[in-house]
Structures are given as C-alpha cells and as structure tokens.
C-alpha cells in the first residue's frame, strides 16, 4: 500500500506545487532584472477627469459620465446616469473608500470594495511603490502593491493591457484592468472587469 | 454634483409629439439618445442600442410621464405625486413630491418653472436626496411644425 501511495503523492505534490507556485515563479525571475520605472501606467486625472462610462453589475447595466476629482491625493469619484440622476458617488484615499451615496442598484458592499480598489489601482501613482517594479524579458511591466489592509497585488502588462495576477492560477486573470490609450502615459480607455462580480466597467475619456 | 464640487453641463435637443411620443437627444458632452413612443424606451448609446418597455421601470416610468405632462399641461393631474402651487411674477412653479418610496429615493422633488406670459414650461429641476440637482433648460422653442415619424425611432 505505501508503495503504492508513495508516487502518487509525490506526483500530486508535483503538481499542486507547479500550479499554486506558477506566479510567484515570474515574480521572482523579474528580481533579477529590479529597476524603478518611470512612468508607470495609472491615470492621472489632473484636477478632474470626465469619462463616458457604462457599468455593468450583475447583468443590469448603467451608462452615463463618470466623474473624478483629485483633491490633493483624495480621489472623489461620482457616476450619473444619461438623465442626470446620480448612481453614486464615493470618496477614495490611501487608506480606503467611503460611499457618499448609492443608488440600491448599486449598494452591494462586495460589488463596492471590488469597484473601489479597482478605482483605487488606476488612480494612485505607482511610482511610490519604487523597488517594486521589474521589467521581464518581454519589456511586460509587473509590480506589486500593499494595500493598508494587507493585500498584496501583481499587475502586469500583457500586450498593453494591464492585468491582476492573483495568488492562485485557477483565478488569474478573474480581475482585468485594461488601460489603453493613444497617449503614452495617459490611458483613455479604461475596462475594469471583475468576472466574480459580475463587474464591467468601461470608460472612455471625453 | 455637490460633493465632487462640480457642474457638468450637457446639450442637446428635445422632441416631443401629442400624446406621448419624445425624443430627447444629446449632442454634447457625448451623442446619446433616448427615444419614448408607445411605451416603448429606445436608447442609443454609442451606437449601442437598446429596447425596453417604460412599464419595466419604475423610476424612469415617473420621470417620462411628468415630463410629457409638463408638455401636454396636464401635470397636476397627477397620483403619483404630492403637488404644490407657487407663483412668482414671472413664473408658475409646480413642486411635485413622488409618493412611491423607490422613487423617492433617486428623487426627492421635481419643480416645474412655467413662463407666465405663455404659459409654456421653461425649466425643470430635478432634485435629489443629497443635495444635487439636474436643472433642464428649454430654449430656442419651436411650437406646432410638423415632426416626422422617423424622429421617434432610432
């Protein structure tokens, strides 16, 4: 009986750890070629930002215009309809989000953490992650981010989309931030998809 | 919006036909259409359109109706809402407070400014429960041309 279960447990080792350790092994080959980079992919909104935006969150679907404000580093974020009439609006800093208001539509707290953080990404400025950005041989971009409540995230570039690499490969790619754009640094297509959520945002800058 | 301390501004142009055909268009920040004509919502949204029934939404169900009755003169005549009379010199001001609790939430009152002199309606303001407000303006009015059937579908 050992005999037996002896090759199999060693072949289900195997692959338990060829699959649960596959993104870690990227990160850690990209240490070899560290550097800081430059200009990092977010977006910088200036002052304000005015996005045409739908949204779609668990198969009901909003568009209208999409609002950011920068007040010194505190993000607000508003979302109104076509009509005129508000969807929510939130307000987004280094420690996390609040929710002004929230149309019932939208008030799921799971749909507005995964809303938030994903807004969170684009806005803050990589470049305080220095020491956290590698380049692999693909010129692909991955840095990681610490959260305050302990997230630890991996982005990467992949054919100039930028994408979460989460923890385990089974759900990889489960979070995709696309930011494309015409312009080098300032992306003005925006697709933030959370499949779990059901979550589609799409932003076109206007 | 007021707690993002912004005024956005939009522009378009605004049909509408006896009894209850409209077709409200903008042009600017962005093209985006919705057209109402027998129940039906068309919206067409960067070349994205869609199709539903009014009778599916409550919410946007309150609204048409309160604008076409603005139009049609008839908004007083209405269950869905509590009603208030004022009158300035210049204006009629109808303040309507929806009675249903799910439209109370997005609106919290709708004024309606009516010009004195011709009676017609010249502003409506949406309000809502945080202090924001949509404000609709009608200018460059033209009253009783002929509109063709194709501006009520897209």
């Known amino acids: ?206 | 919006m007021e707690f993002l301390d912004v005024t956005l501004v939009s522009k378009g142009k605004f049909w509408f036909k006896k009894e209850n055909s409209l077709r409200w268009q903008y042009t600017d920040p962005y093209n985006y259409i919705i057209v109402i004509n027998d129940g039906v919502v068309q919206i067409s949204d960067d070349g994205k359109d869609q199709e539903f029934q009014v009778k599916g939404n409550r919410i946007f169900e309150q609204v048409n109706n309160i604008i076409v009755a603005s139009m049609k003169g008839d908004v007083i005549d209405n269950d869905d809402f509590d009603v208030q009379l004022y009158e300035n010199d210049q204006y009629y001001l109808v303040r309507l407070k929806p009675l249903k609790s799910e439209v109370l939430q997005v609106i919290h009152e709708m004024e309606m400014y009516f010009k004195k002199t011709t009676l017609q309606i010249s502003r409506i303001r949406m309000n809502e429960p945080n202090d924001d407000y949509t404000l609709i303006r009608y200018t460059n009015r033209i009253i009783n041309e002929p509109i063709p059937s194709s501006v009520f579908s897209l």
């Open chain 1, 1 to 206: 009986m050992s005999r037996f279960l002896h090759p199999f447990s060693v072949c289900s080792l195997t692959i338990f750890l060829f699959f649960s350790c596959q993104p870690y092994k990227l990160v850690k080959e990209e240490k070899q070629h560290r550097y800081t980079v430059s200009s990092p992919l977010h977006i910088d909104v200036g002052d304000k930002a005015v996005y045409r935006a739908s949204v779609g969150i668990l198969g009901n679907y909003f568009s209208g215009l999409f609002v950011i404000v920068n007040a010194d580093s505190l993000y607000k974020a508003g979302f109104l309809s076509g009509m005129g009439i508000k969807f929510f609006d939130m307000q987004i800093d280094e420690d996390g989000y609040e929710i002004i208001y929230c149309i019932e539509s939208f008030n799921r707290k799971p749909v507005l953490n995964a809303m938030a953080r994903g807004l969170r990404f684009m806005l803050e400025d990589p470049s305080k992650y220095d020491g956290n950005f590698y380049v692999d041989k693909d010129d692909d971009i991955i840095y990681r981010s610490a959260d305050n409540d302990g997230w630890k995230r991996q982005y990467y570039l992949e054919n100039g989309r930028t994408k979460q690499i989460t923890g385990r490969r089974f759900i990889r790619n489960m979070v995709l931030v696309e930011l494309y754009n015409n312009r080098a640094d300032q992306p003005e297509n925006i697709i933030f998809l959370h499949k779990g959520m059901r979550l589609r945002i799409e932003m076109k800058k206007l």
